[in-house]
């Protein structure tokens, strides 16, 4: 199973991945988008 976790703040917007599977995580930050949050979340790679 991977899991996923945002954390939206007001400059940036922290994204994290955890594949239970194997152990490994994935982190990123990317810019807050304050007009629309999604758009800042969908661009983390």
């Known amino acids: 199973m991977k899991r996923i976790g945002i954390d939206v703040g007001g400059t940036f917007t922290d994204v ?16 807050t988008t ?9 661009k983390a790679p």
């Open 34 to 42: 304050p007009k629309d949050r999604v758009i800042g979340t969908m």
């Open 16 to 31: 994290v991945m955890v594949d239970d599977a194997t152990g490994q995580i994935w982190s990123t930050k990317v810019a």
